[in-house]
């Protein structure tokens, strides 16, 4: 079957773009309500219950108090910038979902309907261009506002993003040295198995082959969402609200829609990189890829189309839940913490394993082991033990760790030098 064109692809493009826009929003709004009510449940309490059965309809209700507020603008604000700060801040996070496949193809009467806004050839290249663009509303905000509060968040958040964007893009080069290219189908195709048609592919997700990637990935898609341990540009007991402290009304309702549409986005990110997008565990009926000459492999049918964007649904929202649980059981770091992570742990050891996969795979070539299950073991076995040496033996508590860390190292540097005192004064 051939895929969509002229003017079918047109309107199915149009109509795609409304159908996941809608999609997206209607998520955003429910997994607020889902964060509340997991936070009820692990701090032993309710959650909301009391507008609507259960409380669903509670996140209208926020929905409609936002719309309702009195807009203010702080004299000292500057009136363009400042409102075009929440503008930036919320379509990033929204737009990226364009590259995202979120099922497997639709064959229709027209033809085959990608489930995917923008199969474009440079989508891994688009999502770290666009995702750097997040930074721009939150400097905005900080600046324009004319509050040493906002600024200080906006200082703050920016120095946070840029950081963590470098270390997000050196844990993907690895995606790239294995799948060869960079558009986002072929990287959920290179996750399946498809016994000799068309290119050869590892047949297993890779968060195993590239478990350090996955990892650290983790970790900067955390810290680009700016949510505990990484809501430094937020912390209340110190900035008030940080960058957005004078914003109210639907323009504060923006930075926290954009916020929840960043998770989001991060979590589809994941699943696709490295759980394996919308491919149904220990099922090869879904195996479906259509090459680049237009040739399709497999038997693309509506009921798998179904059945795949359910399994992308599941994963997303089991990497979500994940968000959730972190926000609510750590506590933030400090700032310095915060920085040292990004530049001393996560950005060193991305760069370190760049040369390592790469020196991996050029092994493997040489050694002549075909690409698929045994070159996927090999890299996994590599990959358990780095990430051993990373974890227990490398850091060992010197970057990754708390404040009571740096607390007993100052009481044990007090403790010498008042030890040393003494022994000078008794031998005077």
Same mark, same amino acid.
């Given at each position: 079957? =051939?895929?969509?064109?002229?003017?079918?692809?047109?309107?199915?493009?149009?109509?795609?773009? *409304?159908?996941?826009?809608?999609?997206?929003?209607?998520?955003?709004?429910?997994?607020?309500?889902?964060?509340?009510?997991?936070?009820?449940?692990?701090?032993?309490?309710?959650?909301?219950?009391?507008?609507?059965?259960?409380?669903?309809?509670?996140?209208?209700?926020?929905?409609?108090?936002?719309?309702?507020?009195?807009?203010?603008?702080?004299?000292?604000?500057?009136?363009?910038?400042?409102?075009?700060?929440?503008?930036?801040?919320?379509?990033?996070?929204?737009?990226?979902?364009?590259?995202?496949?979120?099922?497997?193809?639709?064959?229709?009467?027209?033809?085959?309907?990608?489930?995917?806004?923008?199969?474009?050839?440079?989508?891994?290249?688009?999502?770290?261009?666009?995702?750097?663009?997040?930074?721009?509303?939150?400097?905005?905000?900080?600046?324009?506002?004319?509050?040493?509060?906002?600024?200080?968040?906006?200082?703050?958040?920016?120095?946070?993003?840029?950081?963590?964007?470098?270390?997000?893009?050196?844990?993907?080069?690895?995606?790239?040295?294995?799948?060869?290219?960079?558009?986002?189908?072929?990287?959920?195709?290179?996750?399946?198995?498809?016994?000799?048609?068309?290119?050869?592919?590892?047949?297993?997700?890779?968060?195993?082959?590239?478990?350090?990637?996955?990892?650290?990935?983790?970790?900067?898609?955390?810290?680009?969402?700016?949510?505990?341990?990484?809501?430094?540009? =937020?912390?209340?007991?110190?900035?008030?609200?940080?960058?957005?402290?004078?914003?109210?009304?639907?323009?504060?309702?923006?930075?926290?829609?954009?916020?929840?549409?960043?998770?989001?986005?991060?979590?589809?990110?994941?699943?696709?990189?490295?759980?394996?997008?919308?491919?149904?565990?220990?099922?090869?009926?879904?195996?479906?890829?259509?090459?680049?000459?237009?040739?399709?492999?497999?038997?693309?049918?509506?009921?798998?189309?179904?059945?795949?964007?359910?399994?992308?649904?599941?994963?997303?929202?089991?990497?979500?839940?994940?968000?959730?649980?972190?926000?609510?059981?750590?506590?933030?770091?400090?700032?310095?913490?915060?920085? =040292?992570?990004?530049?001393?742990?996560?950005?060193?050891?991305?760069?370190?394993? *760049?040369?390592?996969?790469?020196?991996?795979?050029?092994?493997?070539?040489?050694?002549?082991?075909?690409?698929?299950?045994?070159?996927?073991?090999?890299?996994?076995?590599?990959?358990?033990?780095?990430?051993?040496?990373?974890?227990?033996?490398?850091?060992?508590?010197?970057?990754?760790?708390?404040?009571?860390?740096?607390?007993?190292?100052?009481?044990?540097?007090?403790?010498?030098?008042?030890?040393?005192?003494?022994?000078?004064?008794?031998?005077?």
């Amino acid at each position: 079957m =051939e895929t969509l064109t002229g003017a079918h692809f047109l309107w199915m493009t149009i109509f795609k773009v *409304v159908l996941f826009f809608t999609l997206l929003m209607l998520m955003v709004g429910g997994l607020v309500l889902f964060e509340r009510k997991v936070a009820g449940f692990i701090q032993d309490r309710s959650g909301p219950n009391r507008v609507g059965p259960w409380g669903l309809l509670q996140t209208m209700a926020d929905g409609i108090k936002f719309l309702l507020k009195e807009e203010t603008y702080p004299d000292a604000a500057l009136t363009v910038f400042y409102l075009l700060a929440p503008m930036l801040a919320m379509v990033p996070a929204t737009i990226l979902f364009a590259v995202i496949p979120f099922a497997s193809p639709l064959p229709t009467g027209w033809g085959l309907v990608h489930m995917i806004v923008a199969d474009v050839p440079v989508g891994f290249l688009y999502v770290l261009a666009i995702g750097s663009f997040g930074v721009y509303g939150v400097v905005m905000a900080g600046w324009s506002s004319g509050s040493k509060y906002a600024f200080l968040g906006g200082m703050r958040g920016s120095a946070q993003m840029i950081s963590y964007e470098v270390g997000l893009a050196l844990t993907l080069v690895p995606i790239v040295l294995l799948g060869g290219g960079v558009r986002i189908p072929d990287l959920i195709s290179l996750q399946q198995g498809f016994s000799g048609q068309g290119p050869a592919t590892l047949g297993v997700w890779l968060f195993l082959p590239l478990g350090v990637s996955f990892f650290l990935f983790f970790i900067t898609g955390l810290a680009e969402t700016k949510r505990i341990p990484f809501d430094l540009p =937020e912390a209340e007991s110190e900035l008030i609200a940080g960058y957005h402290t004078e914003y109210s009304a639907m323009k504060f309702g923006m930075f926290f829609l954009g916020e929840y549409a960043h998770m989001l986005t991060t979590a589809a990110l994941i699943t696709v990189f490295f759980l394996g997008g919308w491919d149904i565990p220990f099922w090869h009926g879904d195996n479906i890829r259509v090459l680049a000459d237009g040739t399709v492999i497999g038997d693309p049918t509506w009921w798998k189309t179904v059945l795949t964007f359910l399994s992308f649904t599941i994963k997303t929202s089991l990497v979500v839940t994940v968000f959730v649980w972190i926000r609510w059981t750590l506590p933030r770091f400090r700032y310095d913490q915060l920085m =040292e992570l990004g530049w001393k742990f996560v950005i060193v050891a991305a760069t370190a394993y *760049v040369f390592v996969v790469a020196g991996s795979v050029l092994v493997l070539d040489r050694l002549g082991i075909p690409f698929g299950l045994l070159y996927a073991a090999i890299l996994t076995g590599v990959n358990v033990v780095l990430l051993g040496l990373l974890v227990l033996v490398i850091d060992r508590g010197r970057l990754a760790r708390g404040a009571a860390y740096t607390v007993m190292r100052r009481l044990e540097r007090a403790s010498r030098r008042s030890g040393a005192g003494s022994a000078t004064v008794g031998r005077s």
